[in-house]
């Protein structure tokens, strides 16, 4: 079996809460939302995760330090959501896709301005850009700005923080197609997060879900969208808008509001938003184990997961 490029486990991390005159710690919390945002942060180092494991190609990531962690880096990158508050305002579009070449010492001045202007043609835009500032360009060229210095480096791994969401619908196609052709032509692999179930479905072959800092499900990209197991995935897929609304839609509807994460339920998080609740839901959180009865690699952290699956299968699909 070939070894993951790219391997998480058991990671959290928890934000200390202050409060008071001398800001002294009163309560720990885990990541703000429903964590996929800090997730990817704390897998780069931008936050130092409580506990876990990141491996990279085989290595521990988490316990390198100094050189060699700046070596390994060179392999994980990533992509923000904000294609303008990522990119420095003070630096032209050059120096900004070459700032990581010159940070990791990658050819010479000459080299590394020739291949600026290679990856400024790879990600579609133009080569006087390499002058210009980023007010200077519009959103989408700011992105594609974001995603040339994320690849300048011929990383193994590039994570995409909502990488589309900032940006005008019309223009979000044309970004996810060039992040698959670069996947592709590069041999990229991606951790792409998104709350946009079509642009997931789009573009990841693999699909985590995540609610209020747990992975709640996981599984090959036909198998979540075709037969969902977790009552929080079904819901969400029953959200998404469809061409005809005379067609009715699988999955409960969600009622009520994501709780705190300051305070979250006992037991498992969704409990009180989930109509198959049991007395058992709220004593005790469920693993994210493979489902019973089932072939392939299809997880679900839910007690009653094989039973609501079992349901979902015998309703109507239309």
């Given amino acids: 079996m070939t070894e993951p490029v790219l391997e998480v486990v058991g990671l959290s991390k928890h934000f200390p809460i202050l ?85 990791h010492q ?77 996947q592709q032509e590069l041999g990229l692999a991606y951790v792409f997060i998104s709350h946009d179930l079509a642009v997931v479905k789009h573009i990841a072959t693999r699909v985590a879900v995540m609610y209020l800092g747990r992975i709640v499900e996981t599984a090959d990209t036909d198998t979540l969208y075709a037969r969902p197991a977790h009552p929080y995935t079904r819901a969400l897929l029953g959200s998404v808008p469809v061409p005809d609304p005379a067609l009715a839609k699988r999955g409960a509807v969600l009622h009520g509001d994501v709780p705190s994460p300051a305070n979250p339920p006992s037991g498992c998080h969704f409990h009180p938003r989930c109509k198959y609740a049991q007395a058992i839901c709220k004593e005790t959180a469920p693993a994210l184990i493979p489902l019973k009865r089932r072939e392939g690699s299809q997880l679900a952290a839910c007690h009653f997961a094989d039973d609501i699956l079992d349901s979902f299968e015998k309703e109507p699909s239309a």
């Fill in 19 to 103: 409060g008071g005159v001398l800001r002294r710690e009163v309560g720990l919390v885990g990541e703000s939302g429903c964590g996929k945002s800090t997730l990817a942060r704390v897998v780069v180092r931008l936050y130092e995760p409580s506990q876990g494991q990141v491996r990279l190609r085989g290595k521990d990531f988490l316990a390198l330090e100094g050189a060699a962690l700046k070596a390994e880096r060179a392999q994980l990158q990533m992509i923000f959501q904000d294609p303008y508050g990522s990119l420095n305002p003070r630096m032209t579009i050059g120096k900004i896709i070459e700032e990581p070449l010159t940070l």
């Fill in 106 to 182: 990658r050819g010479t001045a000459a080299e590394r301005r020739a291949k600026v202007v290679t990856l400024l043609s790879r990600v579609g835009l133009r080569g006087d850009s390499i002058e210009r500032f980023p007010h200077e360009l519009s959103g989408g060229q700011r992105q594609r700005v974001g995603i040339a210095r994320a690849i300048a480096l011929e990383p193994a791994v590039v994570l995409c923080d909502e990488p589309v969401s900032a940006l005008d619908v019309s223009i979000q196609s044309q970004v996810l197609n060039l992040l698959r052709d670069l």
